[in-house]
């Protein structure tokens, strides 16, 4: 089920290239969320001094938004997170529109219904 998750994943990005062209993407890994759970990330500008302009969303297995996603400015050592109650929420798409991805820190998580974390992962490093 991952390895098809992240084909799916893999091809929605390729196929979505264009209209990203000058931006750079960070996708998380894929998390299941359990029934009445939620999934979500958070992403921090580690930089000391250089903010960052960025795009975040989640998607679904299919690669679809799950909710809406928006763009927003990191200033230097800040952070934004997002969350998403769909069952089908899966994993989140981080487009750095300007400033180095290689400041941007992002980790996606699974909460239980009770609003528990019961799971976390880094998103591999630019």
Known sequence: MLGRTLTAAALILTLAAPAWAG???IVTPSLVP???GAL???LVNASETKSLEVNVSIRTTDGSPAGLGFGTA???RSSVSVENTQDQ???CVIEIVSGSSKNARVTV????ASGELTAA????GK
């Open 89 to 91: 929420a899966s994993y």
């Open 34 to 36: 359990p029934s009445n």
């Open 109 to 112: 998580w699974v909460k239980d």
């Open 23 to 25: 931006s750079k993407l």
């Open 40 to 42: 979500g990330c958070i």
């Open 121 to 124: 992962v880094a998103a591999p």
């Open 74 to 76: 990191l200033l230097p």
